[in-house]
């Protein structure tokens, strides 16, 4: 029997104390774990847990998220979440988001496994009006290298909408060997790696600059300097993205870039999850 679990998010800005407050409703089994305030009232983490621990042919998990104005959220997962092998009927991750002017994000979940034999659509939009910011990130690894259980079936379709102005689509399937092994696609490799930093309109040329000078620094000194490369591919997005054979030297790279973005964009230190070190 298929899961169907959607948890609406609702982030307001509270004026008297400063800080941000989180209303909540769920239908299935998708929870807010718990929701932290490590950096004092005015940026709320949050924990999203999913208890069946997976998804599988025709399971659906639906976010709906909403951040008024003057709101911050930090948004991240226990673990990972994994797409398992299905015998036909597609499972759907689906992320909707919205962050009104003066509003901050921070979705930062950890990595998207996807098992040989999935058929999994992952589908984020992210909609920021006219001074919105946010930081997010996307990794994916295909199959499960350490358990010789490398992704030869399946598909994985995911749908990334940033802002106004980046959009990005794409499949992949286990028996695309010029796609996953080919020198234009993964090469070879299977860990998969996206942060972004993103505005409602476009950044100053001076601020766009230096958030890519800073991430191509991280980068060179970090091992997988050789496969990872910052780009803006709109005027309101800077991108970091990297390979590598596992993810978890893709998820360092990142949480490094993302300290480093967070203080230069924001003058806030970064402030990682406790949960990512459990």
Known sequence: MAWHARLNLDYRAEPATGGTRLDFRHDGPLRILKSLFPEGPEVCHSVLVHPPGGLVGGDTVEVDLRLATGAHALLTTPGATRFYRSGGERALQ??????????????????????????????????LEPGAEMFGWDVLALGLPAADAPFVAGDYCHDIA?????????????????????????AGHRALGTLWFAAGTPLADDRREALLETAREVAAAHALAATAGATAPQPDVVTLRVLAPRVEPVQDLLTRTWRAWRALAWGRDACAPRVWRT
Do not use: I, K, M, Y
């Not at 002017?101 to 930062?108: D, K, Q, V």
């Not at 802002?163 to 689509?169: F, M, Q, V």
């Open 94 to 127: 689906s992320v909707q988001a919205r962050v009104a002017a003066g509003g901050r994000l921070e979705w930062l979940p950890l990595e998207t496994l996807v098992h040989s034999g999935a058929r999994a659509d992952n589908r984020l939009r992210f909609e």
């Open 162 to 186: 940033v802002g106004p102005r980046w959009w990005e689509r794409g499949r992949t399937s286990g028996d695309d060997a010029a796609l996953l092994d080919g020198p234009c696609g993964w």
